[in-house]
C-alpha cells in the first residue's frame, strides 16, 4: 500500500493530467488532495490504521522495498504433537453422555530448536514429534536432530511466540505439566480427503428433477453469461477436489489428560493415526 501510494504522488498525478482535457482547476485540486495524504512503512490513509494496530495476534515486518508486508500469527503458547486414536464416550458426574476423541502421544514432543528475535528475527520453539529410524528421514534431518541431542524425529514444526521463550535444547514436553482437566486448546489436522466431488456433494446445491424427461439431475447448470461478462468469475463455486485440506477446531475443552493420551471434547479433523497439533 505504502509503495502504491508514493507513485500517486502530487507531481505525478500533474504529469498524467497535463496531456488530458480535464480542466486546470480539477487536476489542481486533485494534486492537492493527493498532497494531503500521510504514507508511511506501516500505515495509509486508506486504511486509516496500521496493520499492526489492526492486527494485534500478527507480526509485521516490512520488506527491503518498505511496500511489501509479511506477516505472521502467533500461538498462544508451545504445544504438543499426537495421533488421532478415535472416539469414544465418557460420563459427566452429572449423568450426561459426552463424545470425545482420544489423541495418542507417542514418543517425541522434545525441543530441536530455539528462535530468539536475536538470532533469527522472531522467536519461536521447534518441536519434533514422532520418533523414527534414521534411515526413514533425510541427512540434513538426521544432523539437525543430532544437534540438539535428540533423536531423529518424523515431523519438525514450529511454535511461534510473542515474548522470548524460555524453553531449551532437547527439553521433553510432557502433557500432563502443559494442560489439565478445563482447559481449551487449538486441535489442527488434515481433513479425510473425499475425492474429485461435485457441487451438489460439496456445497449442497438444489439437484434438478429426477423425472424421465429431465436432462440435468445433478448437474452443475450455468456458470456465467456468455456475452457479458464473457468469462467465468473467480471464486465460482464448481466440481473439485474435496476434503484432504488443514482444519483448526478452536476452543476444544480437554476432558483428560495423561502421559500417553489427551482426551477433547468433540471430534476432529482427520481419520485414526492422522497427525494432530494441540496448541493452548
Not at 507480526?59 to 499426537?82: H, I, S
Not at 460420563?91 to 450426561?96: H, S
Request: include cysteine.
Amino acid at each position: 500500500m505504502a509503495a502504491m501510494a508514493t507513485a500517486f504522488s502530487a507531481p505525478a498525478c500533474a504529469r498524467m493530467g497535463a496531456g488530458s482535457s480535464r480542466p486546470a482547476a480539477s487536476r489542481a485540486s486533485v494534486a492537492k488532495a493527493f498532497q494531503g495524504l500521510k504514507v508511511s512503512g506501516a500505515s495509509s490513509s486508506f486504511m486509516g490504521a496500521s496493520l499492526a494496530a489492526a492486527a494485534p495476534v500478527r507480526a509485521a515486518r516490512a520488506g527491503a522495498a518498505g511496500g511489501l508486508m509479511v506477516e505472521a500469527r502467533y500461538d498462544a503458547g508451545v504445544g504438543v504433537f499426537g495421533n488421532k486414536a478415535g472416539m469414544t464416550q465418557l460420563f459427566t458426574e452429572d449423568g450426561l453422555c459426552v463424545p470425545v476423541t482420544v489423541i495418542a502421544v507417542q514418543a517425541g514432543n522434545v525441543v530441536t530448536q530455539v528462535k530468539t528475535e536475536d538470532t533469527d528475527g522472531y522467536n519461536a520453539v521447534q518441536v519434533g514429534y514422532s520418533q523414527v529410524k534414521d534411515y526413514r528421514i533425510t541427512k540434513p534431518e538426521v544432523g539437525h536432530c543430532a544437534k540438539a541431542g535428540v533423536a531423529p524425529m518424523r515431523h519438525l514444526e514450529e511454535f511461534r511466540l510473542k515474548a522470548t521463550p524460555a524453553h531449551t535444547l532437547g527439553q521433553q514436553l510432557n502433557p500432563t505439566e502443559m494442560f489439565k482437566m478445563g482447559d481449551t486448546v487449538d486441535v489442527r489436522g488434515t481433513s479425510i480427503g473425499k475425492g474429485w466431488q461435485g457441487a451438489t456433494k460439496k456445497y449442497g446445491f438444489t439437484r434438478g428433477p429426477m423425472a424421465h424427461g429431465s436432462k440435468s439431475h445433478r448437474q452443475l447448470g450455468s456458470i456465467g453469461a456468455g456475452t457479458t461478462p464473457g468469462r467465468v468469475y473467480p471464486g465460482k463455486k464448481m466440481h473439485s477436489q474435496m476434503g484432504n485440506v488443514a482444519v483448526t477446531l478452536k476452543q476444544l475443552k480437554v476432558m483428560k489428560v495423561e502421559n500417553d493420551c489427551i482426551i477433547v471434547k468433540g471430534s476432529v479433523p482427520g481419520k485414526r493415526g492422522d497427525l494432530l497439533r494441540i496448541c493452548p
